[in-house]
């Protein structure tokens, strides 16, 4: 799965690329056909606390991409939410697959 990181307004550091690299990489195990995934960090105006929103989109062939988007403390805390997110409507979708 090719995981494409977009930090918009700042530069991510490496090790917060590589959190995201580790913890994207994991929704492989809940469907097999993961083409890629598009995260999306952005810092929110004003400088207040929950002011780091992440987004992820996953593309698979012939089904909607499942999107996730989160505002948290700390970006490391809104890619774990939205994983969460994420696996579960990966699950939905792998359900609807073996339905067909």
Known sequence: ?????????????TQLEEFIQ???SKLDQYYDGILSAE???KVVKPETSQNKEAGIKIL????EAPY?????NTFEEAIDECVAA????LIKVKEKSKAK
């Open 68 to 72: 996730s988007d989160k505002v948290a």
């Open 1 to 13: 799965m090719k995981i494409s990181i977009k930090s918009i307004h700042f530069d991510a550091s």
């Open 60 to 63: 698979i062939p012939k089904f």
């Open 39 to 41: 995260v999306v960090l």
């Open 22 to 24: 580790k913890k994207v």
């Open 86 to 89: 994420l696996e579960k409507q």
